[in-house]
């Protein structure tokens, strides 16, 4: 199947084509076609699948001939509701790359800057209105808000949502919206607090499943080190002197932890800057900003931070902390092997972290290789679990997968796009 396939408006067309998107993801072959008969839908994908074009596209289709010219009135036709607000500005980013030869005028708000800007947008005209859940209740409150106009009602990232507790905003904010409209569900996973609002405030939906959690992990390279906890920061710096110049999202448990590891490798002259829930909304950006740009060659992230990044050919992430909860491993390694590229997942792994480890392991069933034969393993073995053992630190011919006949390609090297 390819995008032509999908009958979609030249506009669209042309934008896809200008980007170079030729075959549809599956989220995309399947909930397109739903959107586009206006069909309430409850798709369960992860993000890195094409999501984000899954919704955009459609609703841009659909709403491109009732916003008529550039001088027409504009009321909010659709709305996405997501939890973060780097992940809002990046699916309004979306929109404006699939929506540039429509008339179609979207725009972003969220909370933690100054709502004047936003509000002048609002009252200038908006087509499509991205927003965090506290930020739009609140000029709704005040009036700078009409969803009486709305036909799409999109819920993105519901399981982080719930996580975060919006989930109760979230429902004020369905109870704000016309009966008729049209309610888009996404979620990476779906548990029963997601599945009863699914079955609360959608019509009759049709449910799309891609890329299962458990299964996510299976194409990326995943290795784990056993290492002391204290020898950490001398192994992270070992590893990333082993690939100069390659960009790595760094994850840790704790802000603290963010910030501490970019000190330390700021003292050792890489450049890296940290995000995180205590940096202020225009620190975060310009972090994120630089490190999309490749100003900055590593980033150190939280995990509720981390949602919000959407790189394409980021080549490995490293879990410099193990996470405590196991889907959240999965959540962070889907942050490379995005879009047809490959990835590679690097864990860093105390004795106290173990048992966190074999929960993940049990997750995305897969035993993980384990590098044992470095300078920073574990100093006590006698209790140590069995391991597959690795016949040394892994030289850069192995992390880059060269095979004879692939004209000397880099591990990284599918450069095809595809949203």
């Not at 036709?77 to 699939?98: D, G, N, W």
């Not at 029963?192 to 299962?212: C, D, G």
């Amino acid at each position: 199947m390819t995008f032509n396939d999908l009958k979609l408006i030249r506009n669209i067309q042309q934008a896809l084509a200008e980007e170079g998107y030729e075959a549809p993801t599956p989220i995309q072959q399947q909930a397109i076609p739903i959107i586009m008969e206006g069909t309430d839908l409850v798709g369960c994908a992860q993000t890195g699948t094409g999501k984000t074009a899954a919704f955009a596209i459609p609703i841009i289709h659909q709403i491109h001939p009732i916003v008529g010219s550039a001088k027409k009135r504009k009321s909010i036709r659709a709305l996405v509701i997501t939890p973060t607000r780097e992940l809002a500005i990046q699916i309004q980013e979306s929109f404006e790359t699939y929506g540039r030869y429509t008339n179609i005028v979207s725009t972003v708000i969220y909370g933690g800057v100054n709502q004047v800007p936003q509000v002048d947008q609002l009252k200038r005209g908006v087509d499509v209105l991205i927003a965090t859940p506290g930020r739009l209740l609140d000029l709704h409150k005040q009036g700078h808000v009409n969803l009486d106009h709305l036909h799409h009602l999109v819920l993105d990232e519901a399981d982080l949502m719930l996580d975060m507790g919006f989930i109760n905003d979230v429902k004020k904010i369905i109870k704000l919206t016309p009966d008729n409209r049209q309610t888009l569900l996404f979620s990476a996973t779906m548990p029963l607090p997601i599945r009863e609002l699914a079955e609360s405030f959608l019509t009759k939906p049709q449910y799309v499943t891609v890329t299962p959690v458990a299964s996510t992990a299976e194409k990326i390279k995943q290795w784990v080190y056993k290492v002391e906890k204290e020898e950490k920061r001398k192994l992270l710096l070992q590893i990333l002197n082993e690939y100069p110049g390659e960009q790595i999202l760094i994850f840790t448990r704790t802000k603290h932890g963010a910030d501490n590891v970019v000190k330390f490798l700021k003292k050792n002259n890489f450049t890296a800057e940290a995000i995180h829930g205590d940096k202020s909304q225009s620190a975060r950006q310009r972090a994120l900003d630089h490190f999309k740009n490749k100003e900055v060659q590593l980033l150190a992230a939280t995990d509720i931070a981390a949602r919000g990044i959407d790189i394409e050919s980021l080549p490995f992430v490293i879990n410099f902390d193990i996470p405590n909860i196991s889907d959240t491993y999965v959540h962070r390694i889907g942050r490379t092997g995005r879009a047809g590229n490959e990835g590679l997942a690097i864990s860093l792994c105390g004795k106290d972290e173990w048992t966190y480890w074999q929960d993940i392991e049990k997750l995305i069933r897969m035993k993980i290789k384990v590098i044992e034969n470095h300078d920073f393993g574990w100093k006590d073995t006698a209790n140590q679990a069995p391991a597959v053992k690795v016949d040394g630190t892994p030289q850069k011919k192995d992390f880059r997968n060269k095979k004879k006949g692939n004209g000397g390609k880099k591990f990284f090297g599918n450069k095809n796009k595809k949203k």
